[in-house]
């Protein structure tokens, strides 16, 4: 049976603008957590490795993410991690107790190696500080040892380590989670703003041109949200320069349509971290604006269950091993429309994480590298989606869900990239059985054509990519095509699409 059409309308202008991009939007997260580092970067044993044990194969696959940033090195590990223990000579590293993921760290990677990592991967690192067990001291001396040139005792420790040059670290989170009662250390608002406050002064005090996340609520499920940015802000407003957001999505009721409005509930935490962050603003009298980093954010919930059945004190035990499906695809395309949407405010984000822990690369130890479903949408808005994020009027027709009503069929992002006079229309199609064609006026680019048109779909939404057998791989058969200078955008059934136009 022939699909049947449902209508949409957009208007696109280069005027109508949301903000310039920033790349760090595109970030992703690398914690001491299941095999991400561990069998994920670094396996000096594996044919692929390199002179300092990193994956080649893997360190390609990043490359081609174009990943502009990496937070590291957690993520609730790094709430009783003492940083000492990842420099210097790797046999003298000790072996610790992890409690966060009950594991055994054995602290052959570290800040110099990540660091060392990030550099083939061409990528920056976003380093967090342990402000759970521990505090201002092991944070500063910490930078200390990573961005002080020379003549002090911990950047004189670095270069003794081999390092004679710093880091440059800019970007630093103060702590993860700490409103979570899981958290090692764990805060209330009024014990983590007065400590994040204090940390973040000595860490400016060392080096003025890092800039800081203050941590926001663990999720927007949290009972104290958005208490807790209100209170914490109150004390961090002056030294920071974000506050975090994270957010796992779900779809335990195995429900694809209520799964796919998923998005909405991301865009409604923004506003209203958005909103919390211009109220501490007013009752400062500041005329600082803070911006977002929402650096934890994907799906996650395939592995809870197995999870469970892990025995304690492994050294890199499978963690968190989400088999992504189709579907998965399909809502991350929706989040980072959503991330785009709200580019003027948030600046940074992090999918969660990059490799093997709920994330789009998968490893076999000591074999193969594949992609999931979900390193497609990524890949496309992270490579093409650069530029300035344009806000299009949309006309769609919607659709009622368990938890959601007026869910749009049409869900999209448009960046234009006006070095290479490119306009980027990436698009979703909530549908599940019809073909949406959208009528999209793109009044302000005269004589743009249909350069590609890639499209993501899948006959069965559970389909999932496993190593050697790809099953969801984009196509570039996409049909959309220009008339009397409108685009036409034909988005198959349950889609995720990218269509690039260009100027003739
Ligand atoms: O990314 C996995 C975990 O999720 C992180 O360690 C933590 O910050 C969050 O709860």
Redesign the pocket.
Known sequence: MAEQLTNATMIVDKDFKVSEIDPRIYGS?I?H?GRAVYGGIYEPDHPEADEHGFRKDVLDLVKELQVPIVRYP????VSAYNWEDGVGPKEERPKRLEL?WRTIENNQVGTNEFADWAKKAGTDVMMAVNLGTRGIDAARNLLEYANYPAGTYYSDLRRRHGYEQPHNIKTWCLG??MD?PWQIGGKTAEEYGRLAYETAKAMKLVDPDIELVSCGS?NSDMPTFPQWEATTLEHTYEYADYVSL?Q?YTNYENDTANFLARSMEMDHFISTVVSTCDYIKAKKRSSKTMNLSFD?WNV?FHSTKADQHIEPWQTAPPQ?EDVYTFEDAVLVGSLLHTLLKHSDRVKIACM??LVN??APIMTDNGGRVWKQTIFYPYYYTSVYGRGTALNPVVNSPKYDSKDFTDVPYLDTSVVYNEDKDELVVFATNRHLENTLKVDCDIRSFEDFYVKEHVVLEHEDPKAVNTAGQEKVTPHYNGQSYMESGRLQGILPKMSWNMIRLQKQ
Request: proline share 0%; hydrophobic share 45%.
């Open positions: 997260f914690e957590l957690g993520g609730n590990m966060a993860n989670e979570g663990s994270h796992y934890e996650w968190l969660a994480q822990v709920i």
